[in-house]
T-cell receptor, first 111, second 116 residues
Framework: SAVISQKPSRDICQRGTSLTIQCQVDSQVTMMFWYRQQPGQSLTLIATANQGSEATYESGFVIDKFPISRPNLTFSTLTVSNMSPEDSSIYLC????????FGSGTRLTVV | QQQVKQSPQSLIVQKGGIPIINCAYENTAFDYFPWYQQFPGKGPALLIAIRPDVSEKKEGRFTISFNKSAKQFSLHIMDSQPGDSATYFCAASIGAGGTSYGKLTFGQGTILTVHP
């Protein structure tokens, strides 16, 4: 399976600011997935990032709020923009290689 | 159509017991069913996965039972240990692997506690 490095592991941010989360994979992958896990909840897909094209967003998630970059086949970023306390969650990236593998997540707290 | 329903929400067993977690789905296009284990502060880790052409799969102490006609699948943990205490998620996707990669739809999660 793939090894995923995600940064930062946690952050506390002021409302109205933005945070960019980085996801680095140890091998080239076609698609990278970004999930949100709200406190005590399950995982919900935010968007799918394919290298060289615009990310595909799930219902309820928009590009202005969660812009995604995918500059190459091993790296992606997710930005959480204009944050509010409701954005406090764990954000996870995932790739498929012999099964879907997840990063360790970014625990975001917005105050 | 895209929902995966998981039960129970929480489960407490004694060491050596066999906890069973159940999931049900509606979308018959789902063709990949993984289970994940998540410890606090960690990302989900893949435990075991099954495709609908088999009815059971075992890996170590973990077994998936799959009932295609009932659209249900379950996770059994044999000889459970306190270290198995974690949150378990079932999931489903369409077209995982191969040339198309489906997104995962997750169940609601089950908090398992194994007492010593």
């Amino acid at each position: 399976s793939a090894v995923i490095s995600q940064k930062p592991s946690r952050d506390i941010c002021q409302r109205g600011t933005s945070l960019t989360i980085q996801c680095q994979v140890d091998s080239q992958v076609t698609m990278m997935f970004w999930y949100r896990q709200q406190p005590g909840q399950s995982l919900t897909l935010i968007a799918t990032a394919n290298q060289g094209s615009e990310a595909t967003y799930e219902s309820g998630f928009v590009i202005d709020k969660f812009p995604i970059s995918r500059p190459n086949l091993t790296f992606s970023t997710l930005t959480v923009s204009n944050m509010s306390p409701e954005d406090s969650s764990i954000y996870l990236c995932s790739v498929y290689r012999a099964g879907y593998t997840f990063g360790s997540g970014t625990r975001l707290t917005v105050v | 159509q895209q929902q995966v329903k998981q039960s129970p929400q929480s489960l407490i067993v004694q060491k050596g017991g066999i906890p069973i977690i159940n999931c049900a789905y509606e979308n018959t296009a789902f063709d990949y069913f993984p289970w994940y284990q998540q410890f606090p502060g960690k990302g989900p880790a893949l435990l075991i996965a099954i495709r609908p052409d088999v009815s059971e799969k075992k890996e170590g102490r973990f077994t998936i039972s799959f009932n295609k006609s009932a659209k249900q699948f379950s996770l059994h943990i044999m000889d459970s240990q306190p270290g198995d205490s974690a949150t378990y998620f079932c999931a489903a996707s369409i077209g995982a692997g191969g040339t198309s990669y489906g997104k995962l739809t997750f169940g609601q999660g089950t908090i398992l506690t194994v007492h010593p």
